[in-house]
Structure formats: C-alpha cells, structure tokens
C-alpha cells in the first residue's frame, strides 16, 4: 500500500456500517427497527452441493418418469389433514404488515399452485379467506383478531411461538400503518405504535400447551391440524417438546427468516441458521420415532428449488417461504428504482417494510400505495414461481434416483465448507468428516 | 341461569369422555334440543364447555380446569366450584359464572361477555382483555390486566401488585386496596358515566347491595402509546 493510500485504509472493526450506526445511534436515541430479514451472510444451503447420480446411483428421466412433490400434513391427530401439491407453503404474515392485495395475491398465488397460505398478527380478512383454497391460521401471542368463527373457517391452526426473525422477541407495527380497519381488528386505537406480545397470555410451557392444543381441538371437532411454529433458539429441544405437546406438524424458521419490523439488533444477532435449525429438529423428530409422523415444515431463507431439495433431503417435508413470496409478487422491482431511490433505497435493498411506505404496494397500508398491486397479476407471478420451485426440486430428486422429492437423504449431499458440514450434519465434499459427529 | 331445570340433558364425565361431552355441549351430536345441560362429575377436567356457539345453558357441578368455557359464544355456563387457567379465555361473548375461586389468566383476550367470580381470581386476570368484563367478588393477583386494550375488570377486592401494566383502553374498577400500578397506568377520576357503567357491571353480576360510589378507577396514562427512548425507565 503507497503512503497516499493510508488515510483511506478502511477498519474491519470499525468499518463503514458500524460507524453509520454509532453516529446514527448517537444522533437520534433511538435503535433501528426495520423489515426484510438477516443480511449478514450466515453459512446457508449454497454451501450443500447435490451429489447427482451415476454408477451407484440410477437417475430418472426429467419429464419422463414421475416425480411426486406432493406433502401430506397433520394426520398424526387432525381428522382432516392438509393435502398440498407442493412441498412449499407460504408463510405467515399479516394483513397490517401487508396490504390487502398482497394478502389476497398471496392467498391466489399458492392456492393455484396447490399449497397453503398462512394468516399472520391481526387475524383473517374475508379477502385471504375467498382467495386461499388452504389457509392455516395462526394463533399467536397478541390474539389480535383472534376468535373462534375464524378458527373454524381455517384449514389448519398454527400456534406460533416464535418466528425466525426474532426468536424470543414480540412484534411491533408502527403507528403509520395502524389504519382504521387495522385497529378495529386488533381492537386498538388508531395510530399507536402496536406492540404483540413475546409471550402466550394463558400459557407457558409445553405442559400448558398440550392443554392449549386439546382445548382448540375440541373447539375445532379434532378435525384441524395444529402445527407450532418456533425460531430456531434451540431447535432440537423446541422440536421435542411441541412433539411432546401434540403438534401435528412442526415449524422451525432459521435466523434468515424474514419480518415486517423488529429491532436490527434482534434480526442479526438471535437466533440460528436455517441448516441448523433443519438438522436439529429431524434429529429430535428421529431420536422420539416421530420423524414423517410429525410433519416437519422448515422456513428461513428459502429462496430456490436448490434451497427446497436440500430441505428436504436433511427431512424435513416442506418448506415454507415469506421473503421470496414477496419479491415474486413484486417487491424490489427494477421498474421502481426512482421511488425507491427517493426513499434512500434501490431495488434490491429496500428493508424498510416497517415504515409503510412500500412502493411496490405490499407492506403498507396506505390506500394508493396499496392500489398499485394488482392482485390476480401478482398472484400469477407467486404460482409461477411457487411452480419453478417445484420443478427445480423434482430436477434434482430425479438427478439422485429419487420417485418422490421426500426421497431426497441427507446422503445425497456434501458440504463445501467445514462450517456447513458440522452444522447440516453432511460430510464435508472428498471426505466422510462431519464435524462434531464421531467417527463410527 | 336455571340449575336445576329438570330438561336438563345430563352428561357425566366420570362416563363421557370429554370429546364426547363437548360434542353435546356444541350441538355437534344432535344431543342439545333442550338447551340445557348439567355436567356432573367434572373432576377437573380441562377444557369442559369450550367453543359453544349458541344460547345454552351449561351448569358444570363440581371444579373444572384449564380453559373451562374457553371462546364462548352466547352461552351461559356455571361452573359450582373452582376453576383453572384461562377460564373464559377469548369469550366473544355470553356469561361465565363461577362460584369458587379462579386460576391465572381469567377471561384473558376476552372480546366480549360477562366473566363473574365469585371468589379470587390469580395472577395476570383479564391479560390482554379485549373488550369483554369481569368481575371478581374477591382480590385479583399480581399483573392483572396486562396490555388489556379493551373492556372493563371490577374487584371488589384488592388487587395486586403491577395493576394495569401497559393497559390501552380498558377500564379497571378496584373497592379494595392497590399493591402497585404498573407502567403508564394510572388512577382516574370516577365519574358519572363511570358510575353508570359500573352498576351496570355490578347488578348483572348480582351484586345490586355493593356501593359504586366505593371505587377507584384506572386507566391508561397513554404515555407509552407511541415508542420514544426517554421512556426507556418504562419498558
């Protein structure tokens, strides 16, 4: 390095984000709170490679010879369990953090692909309820709109612990989206800051909420899956105890796992990556004999077919994608650089889904905003890419031999890194080393 | 609430099983023409006479245990005995009564209807109410009332400590003594519509012979509706 170059000589402590944040910390007061998810690089599905197969493995013919993709979901206990096309279902967010169109595009998107939307903080509209063949609705900590008509209309009930986002932590919807109609279901004032609470009102623990289980089955005649949903704090212990409590299917979301708004500190620093989450939660499925009995659903990060057969190949039975969801229904569009540039933004990069002011119309709820999604063109977007998703599993499971993406193992599989390996539980790629695993 | 109507449909749980029995309760088995049911030998069982959805009449002889009338609908349940956690849990509506003493988290979510306990009611009473009412004839425990956002809770008691914790609209009415309030909730001056509502709330829980003008009320201090860093002492 020359002498000149020296006072441009960036700190890797110190580096140009640290300081926007101390001074934007010591100018304002106040912590960030943003939306979209994780953006520090954290080992994921890119550092799995399929093996494909060859000799001792025999392919299928693409196109020729069937792949099923389909997943049955809930019947360990549920009378009438979920039947998807697909091993992707659309994860739960609310209509409040999203606009009605998003919501409705979501709910026509999956239900032509033959998959399962999801409800969020705030409760069921009418518009998600018409648009979505299977809705599974959450029963989360807040009970924002919660009542028991809803619970009936639902395909399937998810009681959410906590999300990927922000395992341990409540949520938090700024005041600027607390529209009228956005108050009245969640029985608050207009224009507060609304905060969800971190913890169930009326249990704690998996002892608790075995009760809590059986109570909404006997309101729901014992027809009903119940999935829980977690973060990925301590995934296999999580695992085992909804399994203990009688989930029917369980959710796990890793640390990449995306939000409409919660603290900066909270989305980059809790919680753990989607590989581990996978690998823990199959083994606690496993060690308890109740792996493909107890269905379990995997978000955090999903973003390709790659990303679904390798899911699926460490067990689990389906995924579930948010952030992906959204971007193919339009959000970080190209086509709208120079609003998001007005907002201090590009395409590409824009987080700010907490401030409602979401040029694309899907994270805000103000009213013209809103009206640029339309919602039957968005919804043919998500299918198509639900549709790809699906496609690119079956290319890969049909590359390893495989009649059924479910067939997918963790076998087919090495790791590029020592970081993936340990934490997938694969070996690492030229050797049968999986770190922290002894040699058998 | 007749409890010794003789049409009453009789379901025993020391012989029905639970799902059985709220079957019957919920009209799902054709069992429930008459209207009125009396559940014997409850023996604490949980959720007893959750998700009724029409104007029966239930009167459950004996203690029950968690989630007993759990999102009742119009229903009219009495429970002669005690009750565990979360009794009347997100009730849309109808009158839970129960003569005996109550767990934590009573009526909590409630949207609507009338939760009456004739004794003590635990921690964390009407957590997260909504809109629905409670009254509690005895002391409430500690949190009661935590982030309720709408809906009004009387004690004729004392309540405990933390009263009212980041509470939103909701109205608390307390005869008795106050541990402590909780953040941002704060006593509030009686008035005469306050007084109206209130023995509104005390007749339908039969007690016409309690004074209105005996109690003190609380609220929101509507200082924590909006998040700002100088109120850091308070989060």
């Given at each position: 390095m020359t002498g000149e170059n020296w006072s441009l000589r960036e700190s890797s402590t110190f580096d140009r984000n640290s300081i926007d944040y101390i001074r934007n910390a010591a100018a304002t007061g106040l912590y960030r709170i943003r939306g979209f998810g994780a953006k520090r690089r954290v080992?994921?599905?890119?550092?799995l490679l399929m093996k494909g197969a060859s000799m001792s493995r025999y392919p299928l013919e693409g196109y020729r010879e069937r792949c099923g993709t389909d997943v049955v979901l809930g019947a360990r206990h549920a009378s009438k369990p979920v039947k998807l096309k697909i091993p992707v279902t659309i994860a739960g967010m609310s209509f409040g953090s999203l606009s009605a169109n998003a919501k409705e595009a979501l709910g026509r998107g999956a239900s032509e692909a033959g998959t399962s939307t999801t409800t969020g903080d705030g409760g069921m509209t009418g518009e998600e309820r018409e648009h979505s063949k299977t809705l599974v609705y959450q029963y989360l900590p807040s009970r924002y709109g919660m009542n028991p008509d809803d619970l009936r209309r639902a395909d399937a009930i998810e009681v959410v612990v906590g999300q990927g986002a922000k395992p341990g932590g409540g949520g938090m919807l700024l005041g600027q989206k607390i529209t009228s109609r956005v108050a009245e279901m969640r029985c608050l004032p207009e224009g507060i800051d609304q905060r969800s609470a971190c913890r169930h009102p009326d249990w704690t623990g998996p002892d608790d909420l075995a009760i809590k289980i059986l109570e909404l089955r006997e309101i729901t005649g014992w027809e009903k899956p119940i999935y829980v949903k977690c973060g990925a704090a301590r995934p296999y212990y999580d695992t085992a105890l909804s399994i203990k409590a009688g989930a029917d299917v369980v959710v796990i979301d890793g640390m990449q796992g995306g939000t409409a708004a919660t603290q900066e500190v909270f989305i980059e620093h809790v919680g753990q990556p989607t590989l581990v989450a996978v690998k823990e939660a199959v083994q606690a499925l496993c060690d308890f004999g109740m792996h493909r009995k107890v269905q379990l659903v995997v978000g955090g990060g999903i973003r390709s077919g790659a990303d679904v057969a390798k899911a699926l190949a460490l067990g689990a039975d389906a995924v579930s994608i948010g952030t992906a969801a959204l971007v193919a229904i339009g959000d970080q569009d190209p086509a709208l650089d120079d609003e998001y540039r007005k907002l201090g933004s590009a395409p590409g990069f824009?987080?700010?889904?907490?401030?409602?002011?979401?040029p694309a119309g899907i994270t805000t709820q103000d009213p013209e905003l809103s009206s640029r999604l339309d919602p039957i063109l968005a919804g043919r977007k998500l299918a198509n890419y639900l549709r790809v998703l699906a496609m690119e599993a079956q290319t890969l499971a049909r590359a390893c031999g495989?009649?059924?993406?479910?067939?997918?193992?963790?076998?087919d599989m090495v790791a590029l890194t020592v970081e993936a390996a340990a934490m997938a539980g694969v070996p690492l790629a030229g050797t049968n080393w999986i770190p922290g695993k002894e040699a058998g | 609430m007749n409890s010794a109507n003789s049409n009453a449909v009789r379901i025993d749980l020391g012989r029905h099983s639970l799902r059985d029995a709220n079957a019957s309760l919920q009209g799902r088995n054709g069992s429930g023409e008459s209207g009125y049911f009396r559940v014997v030998n409850p023996g604490g069982a949980h959720a007893i006479a959750c998700g009724l959805d029409a104007p029966v009449e239930v009167d459950i002889m004996g203690h029950a245990g968690y989630f007993?009338?759990?999102?009742?609908?119009?229903a009219r349940i009495r429970v002669a005995g005690n009750a565990g956690q979360g009794i009347a849990e997100n009730m849309m509506s109808g009158l839970v009564r129960v003569e005996g003493d109550v767990s934590q988290?009573?009526?909590?979510?409630?949207?609507g209807g009338l939760l009456v306990v004739g004794g003590n009611a635990a921690a964390r009473c009407g957590i997260s109410l909504k809109g629905g009412d409670i009254v509690v004839k005895g002391n409430v425990g500690h949190m009661s009332m935590f982030m309720a956002q709408a809906g009004r809770l009387v004690v004729l008691g004392d309540a405990g400590d933390s009263l009212g914790d980041s509470i939103y609209e909701a109205r608390i009415y307390v005869r008795g003594g106050i541990g402590t309030l909780g953040a941002d909730c704060v006593e509030k001056p009686v008035e005469s519509i306050h007084l109206a509502e209130l023995r509104k709330l005390l007749d339908q829980a039969g007690c016409e012979d309690v004074d209105a003008g005996d109690f003190r009320r609380f609220g929101s201090g509507r200082n924590l509706y909006n998040f700002k860093a100088e109120n850091l002492d308070d989060y």
């Open positions: 080992p994921n599905f890119d550092d824009w987080e700010d889904y907490q401030d409602g002011s979401d495989k009649s059924h993406v479910h067939n997918l193992e963790p076998d | 007993c009338a759990g999102m009742n609908k119009l988290c009573a009526g909590a979510t409630a949207h």
